[in-house]
């Protein structure tokens, strides 16, 4: 996992000791990167995969996990434009998926089978920030 679109272990621990109690919703800020990167070793370093082509392998696989264990897509879609804050502020695509809880976000990102997969997101993404929020009342 590349360290830096993965959360640091300071990050873990914050989230895990002073995140939100209840639902969760977790905002996912996406740049693509215009080709993927994989590593040579990869069959798919030779496929010529455009970055969101290369977290779409990745999305599906993760799609299934929060779907499977009671997690929900609120809402995604490209972002329209910047209207306040500079160029580091312009992401491809947002996506806000509600988890019941902190205990399940992380059961998800600690499986071994949504784990292999994560080198396609590594591959595809150019930067991210994943932003924890109270699920609140729309949610």
């Not at 679109?5 to 215009?34: D, H, T, W, Y």
């Not at 040579?40 to 082509?53: H, K, S």
Request: charged share 20%; glycine share 8%; hydrophobic share 40%.
């Amino acid at each position: 996992m590349r360290a830096d679109i993965s959360p640091s272990p300071v990050q873990i621990r914050k989230f895990q000791e002073e995140g939100p109690g209840g639902a969760i919703v977790m905002v996912n800020l996406l740049k693509f990167r215009a080709r993927a990167e994989y590593e040579p070793a990869r069959e798919e370093a030779a496929q010529n995969l455009t970055g969101r082509e290369a977290y779409q392998r990745y999305g599906a696989i993760a799609f299934a996990f929060v779907h499977g264990l009671g997690k929900s897509i609120v809402w995604m879609g490209p972002q329209a434009l910047v209207f306040i804050g500079g160029a580091e502020q312009d992401w491809d695509e947002v996506i806000c998926v509600r988890y019941p809880s902190r205990a399940k976000f992380l059961e998800m990102v600690s499986n071994p089978d949504y784990l292999a997969v994560t080198y396609h997101r590594d591959a595809g993404l150019e930067r991210t920030a994943l932003l924890c929020c109270s699920a609140g009342s729309a949610a």
